[in-house]
């Protein structure tokens, strides 16, 4: 499965305003700062509540801050993590898809989409592991060292039977991270499938990297 770890968040602080244009008249300022100021403590509450392990109660606030500002970045981001753990699947891969269009350069927008993409890894079908590999593949791209991107894309090969994709993202999680166990463990069980007599060949794979 994918770690929980692999879920990032926007920024937990004070949230950047919406910004949609400048106010010259009294009445549409007062209204801009009074929505300015509901959307920071809506962010605010849902974020804290994610931080907190409490994904559920994250999402009212966060869909509520999202109205007010559909195009904030870090509270798609964070309302995305919680749908995530909150297994609405589904919605969280609306929600990121959009994401992704607005702000294609982040890299936290394509590792959830990833991990909205797999869902339950062990219901996952063909397609939504290529689709969530893609997704992993693009966040990797912008950011080559990217925290276990390449363990996740590993699973995902592994998990579709491509052995030979899943070994090589796994040395190169290695490679990223030489004290990762569990990519290291994962390497050693494809490995096994690999070798025509069993074994392992860690230091085979590590040299075709």
């Known amino acids: 499965a994918v770690a929980l770890a692999s879920l990032f968040l926007g920024s937990c602080g004070m949230p950047a305003s919406g910004g949609k244009g400048s106010v010259t008249r009294r009445d549409r300022l007062a209204g801009a700062t009074n929505d300015s100021a509901r ?6 509450q849902g974020t804290d509540a994610l931080l907190d392990g409490r994904p559920h109660e994250a999402i009212a606030p966060l869909e509520a801050a999202l109205a007010i500002d559909p ?3 870090d509270a798609a981001l964070n309302l995305g993590g919680a749908y995530i753990l909150a297994r609405r699947f589904r919605k969280a891969r609306a929600l990121l898809k959009r994401l992704s269009r607005l702000a294609p350069e982040n ?8 991990a909205a993409y797999l869902g339950n890894p062990v219901l996952a079908d063909r ?19 990217a925290h276990r991107v390449a363990y996740n894309i590993g699973l995902v090969y592994r998990d579709l039977g491509d052995f030979r994709k899943a070994a090589g993202w796994f040395a190169r ?9 569990h990519a290291r463990a994962q390497l050693r ?8 007599k069993g074994g392992d060949r860690e230091e085979d794979i590590l040299e075709e990297e």
Do not use: C, K, M, S
């Open 173 to 181: 999680a290695l490679d990223t991270d030489p004290g990762d166990e």
């Open 107 to 114: 890299t936290a927008v394509w590792q959830n989409l990833g």
């Open 39 to 44: 959307f920071i403590a809506l962010y605010r």
């Open 71 to 73: 195009d904030h970045v």
């Open 127 to 145: 397609d939504a592991r290529v689709r969530a590999a893609a997704a992993f593949e693009r966040a990797l791209a912008l950011d080559p060292a």
């Open 189 to 196: 069980r494809v490995q096994r499938n690999l070798a025509p």
